[in-house]
């Protein structure tokens, strides 16, 4: 999942998934006298005593590793130093490959030794089309054909071994993509409407839908190549 913009953020309800994790970033401040034991459960958000955090940033998406850390990705592009960082439950550590700077990209994960794909967002030159993949600690090219798309969003498909991607092309319909490490590239259904964003389901092991046509939040599944209404 990605980490929005602020306007995403008010419009969509899926989006508000990402910030949840990210509150990680800023917890770093000591424990007080009055906190229950680190480790133990509170049903309460607590801060976590840390070396050292992330520069503080906007338009970053967090992402699962193969490793089983989190991937900080991107964030603000007027800050030199917002750049790619990892968090292993306990400490922050700055990572050591790093991709172009970007804003907004979108991120999902893959299971196995598989990692990361990172897709788009906006650079220091405007839209990035580019699509990478994260193996043996090295960003790798995945040569995505659709060029830049606005508003990205990426899902990880059990069902189908599959990467799935939706974006706005320039003229404002959202195109569906799929990806899978043998057959690359494929195009999808076009999704016309206002807003529309992709979210993994893990536990169906799917992918959903959700499509802004006011005044109602359409929800919508993968069915084979199409989506259905749910």
């Given at each position: 999942?990605?980490c929005?913009?602020?306007?995403?953020?008010?419009?969509?309800?899926?989006?508000?998934?990402?910030?949840?994790p990210?509150?990680?970033?800023?917890?770093?401040?000591?424990?007080?006298?009055q906190?229950?034991?680190?480790?133990?459960?509170?049903?309460?958000w607590?801060?976590?005593?840390?070396?050292?955090?992330?520069?503080?940033?906007?338009?970053?998406?967090l992402?699962?590793?193969?490793?089983?850390?989190?991937?900080?990705?991107?964030?603000?592009?007027?800050?030199?130093?917002?750049?790619?960082?990892?968090?292993?439950?306990?400490?922050?550590?700055?990572?050591?490959?790093?991709?172009?700077?970007?804003?907004?990209?979108?991120?999902?994960?893959?299971?196995?030794?598989?990692?990361p794909?990172?897709?788009?967002?906006?650079?220091?030159?405007?839209?990035?089309?580019?699509?990478?993949?994260?193996?043996?600690?090295?960003?790798?090219?995945?040569?995505?054909?659709?060029?830049?798309?606005?508003?990205?969003?990426?899902?990880?498909?059990?069902?189908?071994?599959?990467?799935?991607l939706?974006?706005?092309?320039?003229t404002?319909?959202?195109?569906?993509?799929?990806?899978?490490?043998?057959?690359?590239?494929s195009?999808?259904?076009?999704?016309?409407?206002?807003r529309?964003?992709?979210?993994?389901?893990?536990?169906?092991?799917?992918?959903?839908?959700?499509?802004?046509?006011?005044?109602?939040?359409?929800?919508?599944?993968?069915?084979?190549?199409?989506?259905?209404?749910?």
């Amino acid at each position: 999942m990605t980490c929005p913009s602020r306007a995403a953020l008010a419009s969509s309800l899926p989006a508000l998934l990402t910030f949840v994790p990210f509150a990680l970033a800023e917890l770093s401040a000591p424990l007080t006298a009055q906190s229950p034991p680190f480790g133990a459960p509170s049903g309460q958000w607590r801060l976590v005593p840390v070396a050292q955090t992330p520069p503080p940033r906007t338009g970053f998406a967090l992402v699962a590793t193969s490793s089983g850390e989190l991937l900080l990705v991107g964030g603000d592009l007027n800050t030199p130093n917002a750049t790619e960082w990892l968090w292993d439950g306990v400490e922050w550590r700055p990572a050591p490959a790093l991709l172009p700077r970007r804003i907004d990209p979108a991120v999902t994960a893959r299971p196995g030794t598989t990692g990361p794909i990172v897709y788009g967002g906006v650079g220091l030159n405007g839209p990035l089309g580019d699509a990478q993949i994260l193996l043996g600690g090295t960003w790798v090219p995945l040569n995505f054909p659709g060029g830049a798309l606005a508003e990205p969003s990426l899902a990880y498909d059990r069902n189908h071994d599959r990467t799935v991607l939706l974006g706005r092309d320039l003229t404002g319909a959202f195109q569906t993509w799929f990806y899978s490490p043998i057959a690359g590239w494929s195009r999808g259904p076009d999704v016309i409407a206002p807003r529309a964003r992709l979210v993994g389901d893990a536990v169906r092991g799917d992918v959903t839908l959700f499509v802004q046509r006011a005044p109602v939040l359409e929800v919508q599944r993968l069915d084979g190549q199409q989506w259905v209404s749910i």
